[in-house]
């Protein structure tokens, strides 16, 4: 099994930054492949933010690029979401997510940008 533990939510002002880190743990953590992070705003679908495969190759929604980074430590079966600029529409429950033989979820951390 997986488990994710994400942290680094909060509260901030818009045009401020947030780090958010998902450290992963378990048997199965060589199995895993990409990690990523999604959001879910209330009364909204859950969409995808960004990806990072084990080989560093990323993948970005349209609306966070330019403003949103993610990496990967191997060593440290870690990854950060480094999030500048943000935009009270990026308030959202913020998830981990682990690509193994199975999906893996962290159970979130609230990202609220005021305005």
């Known amino acids: 099994q997986v488990q994710l533990v994400e942290s680094g939510g909060g509260l901030v002002q818009a045009g401020g930054s947030l780090r958010l880190s998902c450290a992963a743990s378990?048997?199965?953590?060589?199995?895993?492949?990409?990690m990523g992070w999604y959001r879910q705003a209330p009364g909204k679908q859950r969409e995808l933010v960004a990806t990072i495969t084990s080989g560093g190759m990323t993948n970005y929604a349209d609306s966070v690029k330019g403003r949103f980074t993610i990496s990967r430590d191997n060593a440290k079966n870690t990854v950060y979401l480094q999030m500048n600029s943000l935009k009270p529409e990026d308030t959202a429950v913020y998830l981990c997510n682990a690509q193994a033989a199975f999906d893996y979820w962290g159970q979130g951390t609230q990202v609220t940008v005021s305005s």
């Open positions: 378990g048997r199965r953590i060589f199995s895993i492949n990409a």
